[in-house]
């Protein structure tokens, strides 16, 4: 992987300071600052905690569940501050004279700048990848084992807590640690590249969002070391069952504080970004859709998040203070936890799946060779999924025993919510029609994303219907449900996100022959596990369980046996990348002879995006349009002289 | 035309519905069917139109011409926005009629039928971790661990939780609802087919969630009437340690020998002899002690707050009945 830096256009001006010796390097930003800085703040987290309580009288002086608690908020800044993440902005409150910014934290110069604080939106954008597909790994093993407990009827390799741990651990990773950096991963990566701007607006809150991450990612996976084992209430954390739950729960509700807190940061970043640092002609008409999905899934994510970190800490308030917010013994309000959790997380599924549509948007268009199809009313249609994301909330609690006549408006804004969806289902099946296609590794998966994406939205339809979603709540028909959207969606766009820009993102090419087998493999293995759950949810099966009736044996063990293979689909998917990563075909700089900005400079791009401001001319998708242009250089331009050369 | 004819094949070859058991599972197996003729419909649509692009407009590896510059059709896209709002107006139509339907609890009329506790019959549902219990207030709180219904009879179910929320379904009735602590929920069934139906709780409920499953039997209306008055009749009596065991729910969690059951949440209470050794107190005192304030003493290996503090709650000679039960047993 050092060859990576190869392609990095680096100028000797930006060559970093050498580095620190001696009792310097423990007070220079890094690993080593980070490790003492994270012990020292443990150390505060404890002794706050025990001075109040030996002061306050309160026993036992020294609580593990407390002090736990304490340290998952304390210990992280110490990291955060040891790793660097703070340090212009304390050098600036504190009065001290702030560094001059010298762009020693642009760039990549060795695998190891990777793993350092770094404000170059380009790194902090494989940084965000490769830490979430590590996370996609063992959230990946953590579903195999389910599914090798789930392929036999009764108890064979764990017991029912660390049962309800694996599949909450896996849902928890897979949502927060997965799906939503993922995409701010790609849009990290390539927003800026394609409006034309040299970096993201806030380079420095970029990289402490990154870095929040893999803290939340650790302490998930770390709370199945604690004891009672890991959080298992379901990365729903339905009250009162998670107040009551061991102390690995707390570890939940910290960590989504953490992800909460990086995807708030990335998603004003991205807003502030793209309101103001488009390039010159740029208009909000000219914007390539993965802009205009990235501007409305942020617009999502700063309203809705907050509303997850509430109710995760009324949870913790719960458990750790005694409070009653949803204590009904004490006059709480256990439904309550309900609404505020699925007021973010039934946005939450659009902040998983806009993102995608605008890869989709991309891929389907360039690999057509078409215009998109109806390209305005794809943008409003992702605003109108924006507007209505926030009142279908309810449709979750059908059955949960809320207002009764809540259910029906609820239904009917869930159905409405359909319409904008086919609107782009239809127009990327319009932009097919007529083109030039090809079937390279991204298309397939787009073309994958867009026919799993339809079974898993049509589900959708029965469960709006109220009395199916009576009839199938909670049962292995919601789990097909989800991970057809989830999966189908989410997942197949991300893959075709990552090819489609990996030649951009390493500067070599990935192998075709290699990705087309990862993509058939996953197709069918996708299928193979999770069609069938359809039929197990309708018949009877509720989701959640380690142990089932005998009568639905052989198809859960078919089931284990296809998601076995779709497990193994992905060793082919990290070969292919880390082989073609460090030795590759060099990448030309626009492989996909696409118009949008962030090919129209080389691969890996300079260290600041582009020489030039590029000037925006015209719509991003005008292929087959002659002459058409959306950006260009001043280079394009006919020279006003013949340059020659002097020796 | 392939496409709609091989998914309408899945839908209709495989029995994807369970055999239906109330009216209202009908409702809604008609919404079900409903809503599949459209989805049907719309993924043909889509799977022909991507099939026949990728076989149709593949274009050759060295082909570098694009195709043709067609930035929209706004006929195109008013159709394909009025169609489906269209569809799914009507899917919600038919919807919210089935599910006020299925809401209506036929009252007994004025003239006949004023105190028959058949018109209509209430259950009263208590979940806890982990495991049913049903009440029948009409005939003298006669409860039972299994769901005894009377067919052809409207029923009414008032569900409670005592710990944390637990879901009641029946696959083959259709209905479900969340039973919440601290609230009073309510559902309408109105069984029409005798038979065993297992009764399943959808919502995760913690470590024996799994387990926590129970059966409803559907049987005529006069055998349904003479278990009520039986069973009524032999609880009053004398408090069968067995049955406290049984009703509780016990089962679930723990395994016992003698009363057949054979949990794996819980430790085993065939050793309970031997548990008490360990934890150093005289055996009824620890049984009463173990089932009153669960925490006071947790055998090694099995987790803390797992076990239910609610049966603390239990009338004293139930409580006397269940210790000398499970004492006995573990002699």
Known sequence: ?647 | MLFGAGAAAVALLIPWLPDSASEQADRIDFVFWFVTAICIAIFALVAAVIVYSLLKFRARPDDDSDGPPVHGHTGLEIWWTAIPAALVTAISIVSAVVLSRNDHLPQASAASGQGDPLKPLVVDVTAQQFAWLFTYPGFDKVTSSTLRLPVDVPVQLRLRALDVIHSFWVPQFGQKQDAVPGMVTKLVITPKRLGTFPVICTELCGLGHALMRSESIVTSRDKFTSWAKGAGAGASATVSGKTVFMNNGCDGCHTFKPAGAHGAVGPDLDKLAELARRAGKPLDEFIRESIVKPDAYVERGYPKGVMPATFSTLPAAQLDALVKYLSGGSK
């Open chain 1, 1 to 647: 992987m050092t060859d990576v830096a190869v392609g990095h256009n680096v100028h000797a001006e930006h060559a970093p300071a050498p580095p620190p010796t001696g009792l310097r390097r423990l007070l220079a930003p890094g690993w080593l600052r980070a490790i003492w800085m994270s012990a020292l703040f443990f150390g505060i987290g404890a002794g706050i905690t025990v001075l109040v309580r030996w002061l306050e009288t309160w026993h036992p002086i020294w609580p593990g569940s407390v002090i736990v608690t304490v340290e998952l908020a304390a210990v992280p800044f110490g990291f955060l501050a040891g790793i660097g993440g703070f340090d212009y902005w304390a050098r600036y409150a504190s009065g001290a004279p702030t560094l001059p910014e010298d762009h020693s934290g642009h760039g990549a110069r060795s695998w190891k700048d990777y793993f350092r604080i770094n404000t170059d939106h380009k790194v902090i954008g494989i940084q965000y990848l490769v830490t979430t597909i590590v996370f996609f790994v063992i959230a990946g093993l953590l579903a195999m084992f389910m599914r090798a407990e789930l392929a036999r009827p009764g108890m064979q390799f764990v017991d029912n807590q660390t049962f309800n741990g694996l599949f909450s651990v896996h849902a928890a990773l897979m949502i927060f640690l997965f799906v939503i950096p993922a995409f701010a991963g790609i849009g990290n990566y390539v927003i800026p590249l394609m409006i034309g701007a040299p970096d993201m607006a806030f380079p420095r809150l970029n990289a402490l969002s990154f870095w929040l991450l893999p803290i939340a990612g650790v302490m998930m996976v770390s709370s199945f070391l604690v004891p009672g084992g890991p959080f298992a209430a379901g990365w729903t954390n339905y009250t009162p069952l998670s107040v009551h739950q061991p102390l690995g729960n707390t570890f939940f509700s910290m960590a989504v504080q953490w992800a909460g807190a990086s995807s708030i940061m990335t998603a004003l970043n991205f807003l502030v970004t793209i309101i103001t640092m488009r390039a010159p002609g740029m208009t909000f008409w000219r914007m390539p859709l993965l802009v205009w999905a990235n501007f409305t899934t942020s617009l999502l994510v700063v309203i809705a998040t907050p509303f997850i970190a509430g109710s995760q800490f009324f949870v913790m308030f719960d458990r750790v203070m005694h409070t009653h917010f949803f204590d009904f013994t004490a006059g709480g309000y256990p439904l309550g936890y309900q609404h505020i959790f699925w007021f973010y997380s039934h946005p939450a599924v659009y902040i998983m799946m806009l993102p995608g549509f605008g890869i989709a948007s991309e891929v389907i268009s360039v690999m057509a060779r078409k215009p998109i199809f109806g390209y305005r009313l794809m943008a409003l249609s992702l605003m109108a999924i924006l507007v209505l994301g926030f009142s279908v909330w309810a449709h979750h609690m059908f059955v949960a025993g809320m207002a009764p006549w809540l259910r029906v408006p609820m239904m009917v804004t869930s159905m409405v919510i359909a319409v904008p969806t086919g609107i782009k289902v239809f127009s990327w099946l319009a932009t097919l029609w007529e083109g030039r296609i090809h079937f390279h590794t991204p298309m397939l998966f787009a073309l994958g994303f867009v026919s799993m994406f339809v079974i898993g939205g049509l589900s959708g339809i029965y469960l709006a219907a109220v009395p199916i979603d009576i009839a199938t709540s909670d049962t292995y028909f919601v789990v097909a449900h989800i991970h057809y959207v989830l999966f189908g969606g989410s997942l197949f766009t991300i893959f075709a996100g990552i090819y489609f820009w990996f030649p951009k993102m390493t500067g070599r090419m990935y192998n075709e022959r290699l990705g087309k087998l990862h993509f058939w493999l996953t197709f069918v293995g996708f299928n193979l596990t999770f069609f069938p759950m359809h039929w197990l949810g309708i018949q009877g099966m509720p989701r959640r369980v380690a142990d089932y009736v005998p009568k639905f044996a052989d198809l859960n063990l078919f089931i284990s046996l296809a998601s076995f293979g779709l497990g193994a689909s992905t060793i082919v998917f990290l070969y292919n990348m880390v082989t073609s990563w460090r030795s590759g075909p060099l990448a030309p700089p626009n492989p996909w002879r696409s118009m949008t900005l962030e090919w129209q400079v080389s691969s890996p791009p300079p260290i600041f995006n582009f020489d030039e401001i590029p000037q925006v001319v015209g719509n991003p998708y005008e292929y087959g349009v002659p002459g058409a242009r959306h950006g260009v250089f001043n280079g394009d331009r006919a020279p006003d002289f013949e340059e020659v050369p002097t020796r």
